[in-house]
């Protein structure tokens, strides 16, 4: 069964730090993909980004980036020169074709506090 | 302006009502999601649909029910047999109904029941 792991539960840093918030899978299929979604206080999950198994390219969007590494089952998010504003709870999931709509599994989140 | 919407934000419930949440998109998405969240953990599937008219049960739904009679709609009903409801409750969509499809959340609703 397809699993996600959250280990870091709560993170805290000083503005301006750099982050990188953790997210290792499991799964026995050698096509799926993850994703990583934000949740502000207000509660909605936004969309951050979507990869597939077979693009093993780090991705950057400005502050954001993420390095995706099939050796170690891992899509680890970094935000660069952290903002109060990047306050948040984060979500990774994975998702695996031709099964069920049932099959994305999220993570259990890991809050990011940043500090003035 | 494109999106999805849930209502009501917050919503008290006594025991034993039935209450019905609501969640509507104008993206023209074919699937939709109903997914609980409690404190400190992930997102829980309940129903999804991938088509009008047709819905499949998630990991949780036992003592909730919902149907898709419009592409746009996809309420939730929570039963009195649902024993511990409080919970934020959060509609998503997707394009397709491929499980990989990017799926897209709406704001949520707080349900308490006093």
């Known amino acids: 069964a397809q699993k996600v792991t959250q280990a870091q539960t709560e993170i805290s840093v000083v503005e301006k730090e750099d982050v990188t918030l953790d997210c290792v899978y499991e799964?026995?299929?050698?096509?799926?993909?993850l994703f990583w979604y934000k949740q502000p206080p207000s509660g909605e999950l936004v969309f951050l980004i979507r990869?597939?198994?077979?693009?093993?390219q780090n991705e950057i969007s400005g502050r954001y980036s993420w390095n995706f590494q099939k050796s170690t089952s891992s899509f680890n998010f970094t935000i660069t020169a952290s903002q109060v504003v990047d306050s948040a709870v984060y979500f990774c999931?994975?998702?695996?074709?031709?099964?069920?709509?049932?099959?994305?599994?999220f993570g259990a989140g890991t809050r990011l506090t940043v500090k003035p | 302006d494109g999106g999805i919407t849930q209502s009501p934000k917050y919503l008290f419930r006594k025991e034993g009502q039935n209450v019905t949440l609501s969640c509507e998109q104008n993206l023209n998405h074919d699937a939709m999601y109903w997914y609980r969240q409690d404190p400190g953990q992930g997102l829980r599937l309940i129903y999804y649909?991938?088509?009008?008219?047709?819905?499949q049960k998630g990991d949780i739904a036992e003592g909730y029910s919902v149907s898709r009679e419009k592409k746009e709609s996809f309420p939730l009903t929570v039963t009195s047999a649902q024993k511990n409801p409080t919970a934020f409750y959060l509609c998503a969509s997707s394009i397709g109904s491929a499980s990989t499809d990017t799926q897209y959340f709406g704001p949520g609703t707080r349900l308490t029941v006093l």
């Open positions: 649909s991938q088509i009008v008219n047709d819905f």
């Open positions: 990869r597939n198994s077979f693009d093993e």
């Open positions: 999931a994975l998702s695996e074709p031709g099964y069920n709509n049932n099959d994305m599994r």
């Open positions: 799964t026995r299929d050698t096509t799926y993909y």
